[in-house]
T-cell receptor, first 113, second 114 residues
Framework: GENVEQHPSTLSVQEGDSAVIKCTYS??????FPWYKQELGKRPQLIID?????GEKKDQRIAVTLNKTAKHFSLHITETQPEDSAVYFC????????????FGKGITLSVRP | NAGVTQTPKFRILKIGQSMTLQCTQD?????MYWYRQDPGMGLKLIYY???????DKGEVPNGYNVSRSTTEDFPLRLELAAPSQTSVYFC?????????????FGDGTRLSIL
């Protein structure tokens, strides 16, 4: 089955700096890669996603890039703000029948004011 | 629009007790999921359902049971609670399993087994 790994497990940046969170996946058939943000004590919420036919996607201060050859995808957050502090989960799935979304273990991002 | 609603929010059980975690969604989603989240371990899929009357095991199904008699409801049953089942449980739903169909999560149930 699919295996998704996230590195590093924690990341601390200064407010205003950029943050990059990288994930690797094992199943070359995976074709959909969402990112979820979970603030302390709250539910995970989708913040951005990318399909395998796209190399990059942007939404205001966040972007996701996908490298299918290397089987990794990254979340980029620019101009970080304290409210960006949270746990970020990447996930991967092959969107065929009976496929299941596989999550990474999460990365804790801390933005220092 | 309530989205995905989970009850209870918190519960303490004694070893060997049983309970049902409730999950209901009002988005007419076909797919529903149960995850458990342990500290530093991400989200592990327990069971999922692709529609009423259809359920299937996820990555960590042992010690749990589910049913899906309606589109809206997907309860998770713990028959003999064990300390290893102490966790935060999230229910989620999606319109389909396809791309651009994000999973919507409930607020979670924090369960402690003592």
């Amino acid at each position: 089955g699919e295996n998704v790994e996230q590195h590093p497990s924690t990341l601390s940046v200064q407010e205003g700096d950029s943050a990059v969170i990288k994930c690797t996946y094992s199943d070359s058939a995976s074709n959909y890669f969402p990112w979820y943000k979970q603030e302390l004590g709250k539910r995970p919420q989708l913040i951005i996603d990318i399909r395998s036919n796209v190399g990059e996607k942007k939404d205001q201060r966040i972007a996701v890039t996908l490298n299918k050859t290397a089987k990794h995808f990254s979340l980029h957050i620019t101009e970080t703000q304290p409210e960006d502090s949270a746990v970020y989960f990447c996930a991967a799935i092959y969107t065929g029948a009976n496929s299941k979304l596989t999550f990474g273990k999460g990365i804790t991002l801390s933005v220092r004011p | 629009n309530a989205g995905v609603t989970q009850t209870p929010k918190f519960r303490i059980l004694k070893i060997g007790q049983s309970m049902t975690l409730q999950c209901t969604q009002d988005m007419n989603h076909n797919y529903m999921y149960w995850y458990r989240q342990d500290p530093g371990m991400g989200l592990k899929l327990i069971y999922y359902s692709v529609g009423a009357g259809i359920t299937d095991k996820g990555e960590v199904p042992n010690g749990y049971n589910v049913s899906r008699s309606t589109t809206e409801d997907f309860p998770l049953r713990l028959e003999l609670a064990a300390p290893s089942q102490t966790s935060v449980y999230f229910c989620a739903s999606s319109y389909s399993q396809g791309a651009s169909q994000p999973q919507h999560f409930g607020d979670g149930t924090r369960l402690s087994i003592l």
